[in-house]
């Protein structure tokens, strides 16, 4: 068996994959600081309040709520308990499932997110699409669509009623 020659990076790939990689690693922590000093939360912790606060009836069952925040149960599931410590969040069992549990969020967990929002969307803007034209805005979409559907085709942002 002879061993396969690695199949290396072009120049323009290598360019694209660390600004990719440096995009990934710099931009959670110009999204989270904010988010640290206004409210004392992560940017996970927005994403969780901020997927239930954007479902009709603020409620989603946990294993949605892991699909949309790409996070695994368990660490899920301790972030809601943090959050439900703090009051913003609830857990329920499932009204017609006893094997489901369901997080809503609380009248003060949404009074966060709208409190934060504002701020949260300004940070996005200034650290994203202030730098980008609309057809970068578009290629960004498509590419990263791309990219995701290659991790997990059946990734939520890839369904039909999600843009």
């Avoid at 660490?75 to 009204?95: A, F, I, M, P």
């Avoid at 699409?129 to 960004?140: C, G, H, I, N």
Wanted: glycine letters at 4%; a negative charge; proline letters at 4%.
């Amino acid at each position: 068996m002879t061993e396969l020659e690695p199949r290396w990076l072009s120049a323009d790939e290598r360019a694209a994959w660390l600004a990719l990689l440096s995009t990934t690693t710099l931009l959670p922590g110009a999204l989270e600081s904010p988010l640290q000093q206004a409210a004392k939360l992560s940017l996970f912790e927005y994403n969780v309040l901020a997927m239930l606060s954007e479902e009709a009836g603020a409620t989603l069952p946990m294993s949605e709520l892991a699909a949309r925040t790409s996070a695994s149960l368990s660490r899920l599931s301790h972030v809601v308990k943090k959050l439900q410590g703090r009051g913003y969040v609830e857990r329920s069992v499932h009204v017609d499932d006893a094997r489901v549990t369901e997080v809503t969020i609380t009248a003060v967990g949404l009074d966060l997110i709208r409190k934060l929002a504002p701020l949260h969307v300004e940070c996005v803007r200034t650290s994203v699409f202030d730098q980008l034209d609309a057809k970068d805005v578009k290629d960004l979409a498509r590419i990263g669509s791309k990219i995701i559907r290659g991790l997990d085709e059946s990734h939520w942002t890839l369904r039909p009623q999600h843009p």
